[in-house]
């Protein structure tokens, strides 16, 4: 009788601390489905046996990734993209983001297609993204950054050293209509991604003039898209290569810009092609000058 009694006695108790572990696990689902990891950028981090530290090469930026509520921006430190988060899964102190390419919908081939990301304290300093260590932007002036070498004023792309602490929340986007608008224009540093067609172009622009009394950047085509819709590939890219302007921001202040398109020019027919982009079609109110009032709307 008494070895029934402490069968008993034992069986509640295993049921009772599996129980409680049941209740602990989902509450830490619960409790990491109600982080918001919008609004965090998070930059790459190189763990040595000497510490850990930023690499920052020459020419080139911290990667970094920046989470939005539907998005998530990845700069790579010269080359960046924008993907849609497809589907976000909770799993204890871990979720994990599926991605497609914002440009044209389509699955990544690479690690970005899916990003599981994990916070690895409890302050959310560092956390991890796959396999990869990387820190909060808040805390980023607590870790040393180590630069290439050499990188002087020899080399010609060495951008102007700023401080990251105070310049990583620049990523910025521009709509005709916040709510309601399809097209997008992303700002971040000089990076400008410009979607001049609804899911078919999206192109990269480089500045090649500045005018500061006018408060005005003009930018040409920097490379032929890598992802382009059905339209986009029959657009003759190669000729569109050149240093020709294709559009102009003239900044009004931190939440309005005039933005002005000129056209892809044509180094083969001497023409412009493609002198409507998508702000174009959502507009309103004209302007004689043609330029397009764009807003600044959360990614």
């Known amino acids: 009788m008494r070895i029934r009694i402490l069968c008993m006695i034992l069986s509640m108790m295993i049921f009772s601390c599996k129980e409680k572990n049941n209740i602990e696990k989902n509450q830490t689902v619960d409790n990491y489905s109600k982080i918001d990891f919008s609004g965090h950028t998070l930059f790459k981090v190189i763990e040595t046996d000497s510490g850990r530290f930023l690499y920052k090469p020459c020419g080139a930026n911290v990667e970094k990734f920046k989470i939005y509520k539907d998005s998530i921006f990845h700069n790579l430190g010269q080359e960046y993209y924008t993907l849609n988060i497809s589907s976000k899964e ?129 930018y040409k085509l920097k490379e032929k898209p890598e992802d382009l819709g059905e339209f986009g590939i029959k657009l003759d890219w190669k000729s569109f290569i050149n240093d020709k302007p294709i559009a102009c921001l003239k900044f009004i202040n931190d939440k309005t810009i005039h933005f002005y398109w000129y056209g892809f020019y044509n180094n083969k027919t001497k023409k412009r092609e493609f002198i409507e982009c998508e702000f174009q079609q959502e507009i309103i109110q004209k302007y004689a000058d043609k330029h397009v009032v764009l807003m600044k709307c959360d990614l």
């Not at 409890?122 to 290439?148: A, C, G, H, P, R």
């Not at 700023?162 to 700002?187: H, R, Y």
Request: hydrophobic share 30%.
């Open 90 to 218: 909770v799993l204890e102190n871990k979720i994990t983001y599926r991605l497609i390419y914002k440009y044209n919908l389509e699955k990544p081939e690479n690690s970005d297609s899916i990003l599981k990301i994990q916070p690895l304290d409890k302050e959310q300093k560092f956390w991890k993204i796959n396999n990869d260590l990387y820190i909060d932007s808040v805390f980023v002036n607590t870790i040393k950054t180590v630069k290439e070498l050499p990188c002087d004023e020899e080399c010609y792309d060495c951008p102007e050293e700023k401080d990251l602490a105070k310049n990583e929340n620049t990523a910025t986007n521009w709509k005709v209509n916040c709510e309601s608008g399809n097209a997008s224009m992303q700002i971040d540093g000089n990076n400008v991604s410009l979607e001049i067609m609804f899911n078919q172009i999206y192109v990269d622009m480089v500045e090649i003039e500045q005018n500061k009394s006018e408060k005005s950047i003009t």
